[in-house]
């Protein structure tokens, strides 16, 4: 079992920064691709970023340019830097941890950028 700790959500003015954290802890052996989602009320849970466990990274069109994603293999962490953030970037965003075939998924943690 994986259990997946997020942090680093909050309130911030457009154009401000945050920077989400999600530790993998559990039964882990190797490197495995990671990825950030969001939701936001009314819509369906989309992918932002994602990660593979040789680092190559992508991006949702809505994100590129202001997000980054990262990850500390030592420390079973992927990050997320979020930058010039918009009001259409308020969701609860999750971090999830790929095994296949499982799919593990933290609990989410609320972004909110007001205008």
């Known amino acids: 079992q994986v259990q997946l700790v997020e942090s680093g959500g909050g309130l911030v003015q457009a154009g401000g920064s945050l920077r989400l954290s999600c530790a993998a802890r559990?039964?882990?052996?190797?490197?495995?691709?990671m990825g950030w989602y969001r939701q936001a009320p009314g819509k369906q849970r989309e992918v932002v970023a994602s990660?593979?466990?040789?680092?190559?990274?992508n991006y949702a069109v809505s994100v590129k340019g202001r997000f980054t994603i990262s990850r500390d293999n030592a420390k079973n962490t992927v990050y997320l830097q979020m930058n010039s953030l918009k009001p259409e970037d308020t969701a609860v965003y999750y971090c999830?941890?790929?095994?296949?075939?499982?799919?593990?998924w933290g609990q989410g943690t609320q972004v909110t950028v007001s205008s």
């Open positions: 999830n941890f790929v095994n296949s075939p499982s799919i593990y």
């Open positions: 559990g039964r882990i052996f190797s490197i495995n691709p």
């Open positions: 990660i593979t466990s040789d680092g190559s990274t």
